[in-house]
Nanobody
Framework: QVQLVESGGGRVQPGGSLRLSCAASLSIFSLNAMAWYRQPPGKERELVARITRTANIKLLDSVKGRFTISRNIAENSVYLQMDSLKPEDTAVYYC?????????WGQGTQVTVSS
């Protein structure tokens, strides 16, 4: 069982920045991968960024050059730095961990980009 606790969401103006944090209840190095997903209003959940145990990174095309995923193994944490935010980035953002064949999810944190 993996517990994930997210923090760092909020409201920001277009062009602004936010940093999301996700703390895991065990060593993230033992996990297959950690990721950030988001679910915009009325839409399906989508993968935003993923980092594997071997540090391979995958990013959603629309966030490349603006978002960065990183991790701190000593702190069992993964981060999503979001810069140049756009209104279309508005969504509930979820931290995800994959352990063997099981997905674990955080409770979600709201990000709202609006002037």
């Amino acid at each position: 069982q993996v517990q994930l606790v997210e923090s760092g969401g909020g409201r920001v103006q277009p062009g602004g920045s936010l940093r999301l944090s996700c703390a895991a209840s065990l060593s993230i190095f033992s996990l297959n991968a950690m990721a950030w997903y988001r679910q915009p209003p009325g839409k399906e959940r989508e993968l935003v960024a993923r980092i594997t145990r071997t540090a391979n990174i995958k990013l959603l095309d629309s966030v490349k050059g603006r978002f960065t995923i990183s991790r701190n193994i000593a702190e069992n944490s993964v981060y999503l730095q979001m810069d140049s935010l756009k209104p279309e980035d508005t969504a509930v953002y979820y931290c995800n961990a994959v352990n063997l064949d099981t997905d674990y999810w955080g409770q979600g944190t709201q990000v709202t980009v609006s002037s």
